[in-house]
């Protein structure tokens, strides 16, 4: 018995380890401001060019942003944050959008139907979900020096940008468990002042 019991122990050592790396790692970040060390960085380049299809099978790509702002948030469906940004995202959508402010959220790497499922229809979301299907967009988005240790995409989740009618990246955002901004109070003053 005490065999058994050490052997499925030992067998799913690996992925528990493996998730408290990915929360220590994210909670170690100290992202407090949109202005501060890499995110500073970033405000001012160009957003990286893609294409993807939305849940509804719909092509959009990065083109379809230029001459609004966009808020781009950047998900999964089993990552606790991003749904607690999620009905926010839709509430600044419903408060923006006749200003021709676009909002999109692309989640990394999931199934159309469970992203349908989990995000579109459980938060009744009114704006374009984009299927990011390989990782490899999320990815193009991620900082070379953040968070080493994860994959590029995962660097991304729960990211917030706000992308201006150039195309240039106006506020940028990751995950900061120690000052997790559910209801993007920082995203909306930035945006506020750009309108």
């Not at 493996?18 to 001012?44: D, I, K, Q, R, W």
């Not at 230029?66 to 419903?94: D, M, S």
């Not at 200003?99 to 990394?108: A, H, K, S």
């Amino acid at each position: 018995m005490k065999t058994k019991f050490f052997s499925v122990t030992k067998r799913h050592l690996l992925p528990l380890l493996s998730f408290f790396s990915l929360v220590l790692g994210l909670s170690s970040c100290m992202h407090t401001s949109p202005a501060e060390g890499y995110e500073a960085a970033y405000l001012g380049t160009t957003s990286p060019e893609f294409e993807l299809q939305t849940t509804y099978g719909e092509a959009y790509s990065s083109e379809q942003m230029k001459g609004k702002y966009t808020v781009l948030h950047i998900a999964t469906t089993w990552c606790p944050f991003c749904n607690a940004e999620a009905p926010h995202l839709e509430k600044i959508y419903q408060d923006y959008k006749d200003q021709g402010v676009e909002v999109l959220i692309m989640d990394v790497k999931e199934d159309r139907d469970l992203v349908q499922e989990k995000l579109v229809d459980n938060f009744q979301l009114n704006f374009p979900v984009l299927l990011d299907t390989d990782g490899a967009v999320g990815a193009s988005f991620a900082p070379a020096d953040v968070l080493p240790d994860l994959a590029r995409d995962e660097v991304m989740l729960a990211a917030n940008l706000l992308i201006d009618p150039e195309g240039k990246i106006r506020f940028f955002s990751l995950l900061d468990t120690k000052a997790f901004d559910a209801e993007l109070i920082k995203l909306k003053e930035v945006l506020d002042e750009s309108l």
